[in-house]
């Protein structure tokens, strides 16, 4: 479910953001200025960010020129939201790196529009980085692992387990294949060593854990 962040200072905008996004399944923060929005993102990273251009501490076209510089934001997709009209203003935002804007007044349903294209374009542009299942994601360039969005601390094995187990997810692997690609064609170990990585695997990713399944004498499935 996506995460996103709303910075606007007028209430009534807000809210009338935050109950459209809701509606429509996905998760909402709130920020009515830029300090707030900034303490946020330094500890977790949304999926969008709805950005008003005009803010009481700070101007949404500064906040998108600052965030681009950031290795963690600079991929985050934002759509500017904003009063003004001109095709200048329009232009410079999506020069400092917005993806797209939208114009006061706005309808519901246009704002939800431009929220799922944007999503769906970055989502594409991205799906070689992600590996997601449920609430699992592999960041392939960082190599890293969180679930429900909090960092999942795995050995090298544990996490190239993973990666094969989610992308052949709903199908069988058999350990013999599994054991190839982990451990190599050339590893002399025993095949427990295969079973004690599967139990701590599901022991780190908790509750997701019970979606890898053990088919009995023939291997495990991730579903």
């Known amino acids: ?10 209430q009534n905008i807000r809210e009338i953001q935050r109950f459209a996004l809701q509606n429509s399944g996905y998760r909402v923060e709130e920020f009515e200025c830029a300090k707030d929005f900034y303490k946020r993102i330094a500890t977790k990273i949304p999926s969008l960010i709805l950005l008003d251009i005009m803010l009481p ?21 934002v759509i500017m939201v904003t009063a003004k009209t001109t095709e200048i203003d329009k232009v410079k ?4 790196g917005a993806d797209d804007y939208i114009t006061k007044p706005f309808g519901v349903m246009e704002l939800i529009s431009r929220v799922k ?3 769906r374009r970055t989502s594409e542009m991205n ?4 590996l997601t299942l449920g609430p699992v994601v592999i960041d392939s360039e960082k190599h890293m692992v969180t679930v429900e969005d909090e960092v999942c ?11 094969l187990l ?9 350990r013999d294949v599994i054991m190839e690609r982990v451990w190599g064609v050339d590893f002399e170990g025993e095949s427990r060593t295969l079973d004690m990585h599967i139990k701590t695997l599901r022991h780190k ?4 854990g019970n979606r890898i399944k053990t088919v009995r004498n023939v291997g495990y499935i991730m579903e």
């Open 57 to 77: 501490d700070e101007d949404g076209l500064t906040i998108v020129k600052k965030i681009r510089s950031m290795p963690d934001m600079k991929k985050v997709p």
């Open 93 to 96: 935002g999506l020069d400092l």
């Open 117 to 119: 294209a944007v999503l």
């Open 166 to 174: 989610m992308v052949n997810a709903g199908i069988v692997m058999t």
């Open 127 to 130: 799906e070689d980085k992600y």
């Open 205 to 208: 990713l908790k509750d997701a």
């Open 1 to 10: 479910m996506a995460l996103i962040y709303i910075v606007e200072d007028d």
């Open 153 to 163: 601390e795995l050995t090298y094995k544990e996490y190239e387990l993973l990666k």
